[in-house]
């Protein structure tokens, strides 16, 4: 069974950096597009950004936009979030998806087929 494998989380000061990274395992998976969806004690998993294989074109919420940078390997099917100047706000489970998006829905989890167990990050002031 296709599933993914998320590493890189921990406990960090304000402004510190941490580097996610996601792989699949189990089986083989070859969909145009990976992405990271955090969720936070008592909140709804959200979109924090995603990336399109063709061109290795990248998508962010406005909120990471200039201190998060997603980038892969598309041939290893594998993913990292490089995450700069963290935030208390930032701290979630970080979880990786996969998937077949289109376009119009690549920000949209509902899309994603493919889901690690997350990664925890925790942020403290």
């Known amino acids: 069974q296709v599933h993914l494998v998320e590493s890189g989380g921990g406990l960090v000061e304000a402004g510190a950096s941490l580097t996610l990274s996601c792989a699949v395992s189990g089986g083989t998976f070859s969909g145009p597009a990976m992405g990271w969806f955090p969720q936070a004690p008592e909140k709804e998993r959200e979109f924090v950004g995603a990336i399109r294989w063709s061109g290795n074109y990248a998508y962010y919420a406005d909120s990471v936009k200039g201190r998060f940078t997603i980038s892969g390997n598309r041939a290893k099917n594998a993913v990292s979030l490089q995450m700069n100047d963290l935030k208390p706000e930032d701290t979630a489970v970080y979880y990786c998806?996969?998937?077949?998006?289109?376009?119009?829905?690549?920000?949209?989890?509902?899309?994603?087929?493919?889901w690690g167990q997350g990664t925890p990050v925790t942020v403290s002031s």
């Open positions: 998806a996969a998937g077949r998006p289109i376009l119009s829905s690549i920000r949209d989890q509902r899309a994603y087929v493919y």
